[in-house]
């Protein structure tokens, strides 16, 4: 028999910043009250999809962090650069049980282990209990009593660590398959460069875009809304203009009305990759930074 256990995602956010007044009674250094979004105005906004403003806001700063990493484009940086495999296989030979771990580390704060899976094979009768610790903090992935089984624990999931360690807790009667490096687990995985790290060490750069790129979220949902209110009904074509102004990957404004310059974000945009280009050519030859290549940035917005 099979056992497979799934270890849900876990969601990366750069810096828990931007919010509006009033949110969860917290305050947050910058608002986006300043851009003309209060959390009254995202409640009468928000749609059947969201269901409250809070979730609207929420969800939109969740989506303008992912989006403004996606918009910078900054050459020199081994971007999804693989630095090392981890791999291993199992042999025909079996151990008791014991504890038994495998520990990983990585060379620089923009790097970022990635694990497809951990597989371990129980002949006999078992307690299992395997765990990750995380710089020396612990997650349980599976923890059951099981019987001539192979189990699969899916990850899937980028982890942000200076130091993992997996560990495996094997009591009872039963036995575990070996691995080719004396192991009780195989596992399948990889070290990597990770631009969301790179980017995320100067969130101060990001803010202000992520800031225009979440307002103009906020507002684009009322084009669409399936709600009836004062804002929705009467306000449609001033938002329109408005969400061109913000970010013109939401200008939906027809040949005679639409804005000739550059949205604000688009501008942000292009401020950040001048900013992180500097960065970049004080970071050559070190981890994760190429050396020979001639550093440029660029933007592709429309």
Known sequence: MNIEATVLKESFACRDVIGVKGLCDKNYPYNLDSLGISLQKASKLADSSSMTGKRLIEESIEFAWQQTMKDLRIDGFMVNGIRKTYQNKFTDLTVKEGVYTQTFTRGCDIEAFFFNWI??????????????????????LFNDDVSDEN????????????????????????????????????????????????????????VQAVMYKATAVILNANLFSDRYNDIVIYQKDNIAIRIAQLDSSYNLLN???????????????????????????????????????????????P
């Open 151 to 206: 189990i699969k624990i899916n990850i899937d999931n980028s982890i942000f660590a200076d130091e993992i360690e997996f560990k495996l807790i094997a009591i009872g009667d039963g036995t575990l398959m070996q691995t080719d490096d004396l192991n009780a687990f195989t596992f399948q995985g990889h070290l990597s460069c990770n631009e969301q790290l790179f980017y995320c060490k100067f969130w101060e750069y990001l």
């Open 255 to 301: 040949g005679e009305n639409r804005l000739a310059s550059k949205s604000l974000y688009q501008q942000e945009i292009e401020n950040i990759n001048l900013k992180l280009k500097e960065v970049v050519k004080r970071s050559k030859c070190t981890c994760c930074f190429e050396c020979d290549q001639i550093i440029s940035s660029k933007i592709s917005l």
């Open 119 to 140: 597989k371990l094979t129980v002949n006999g009768d078992l307690n299992i209990k395997f765990s990750i610790f995380k710089d020396g903090i612990e997650q349980i």
